[in-house]
């Protein structure tokens, strides 16, 4: 189902206010409702709905921020501050 129709269907659930307080309502469940409040809208206010081809998904992924100098020598560091507790952990248990 592309992603106009489901907005498409959203908006007349939004502006005929169907309120399910606190109700559990299955995906399945949700799509009949908004198909008959799609027919309901067609009927009985001669509505028409246009429908819109998916979005295509984005080519590139999401920025991800690299790891600055300082972040790598934080890390280096926190690595050797470990080492150095190892070494210590071990000289303490062999005396």
Do not use: C, N
């Not at 008959?36 to 590139?60: C, I, N, S, W």
């Not at 600055?68 to 050797?80: H, I, M, T």
């Amino acid at each position: 189902m592309s992603v106009a129709r489901e907005a498409a269907r959203h908006h007349l659930l939004t502006s005929h206010q169907l309120h399910l307080s606190g109700l559990i309502v299955t995906k399945d469940e949700l799509r009949a409702e908004l198909e008959r409040q799609e027919q309901r809208f067609k009927d009985e206010q001669g509505g028409e709905v246009t429908l819109y081809a998916a979005q295509p998904e984005p080519g590139k992924k999401p920025w991800r921020k690299r790891p600055s100098v300082q972040d790598k020598a934080f890390d280096r560091e926190l690595e050797r501050i470990e080492e150095e507790r190892l070494k210590k952990d071990q000289e303490a248990a062999s005396v």
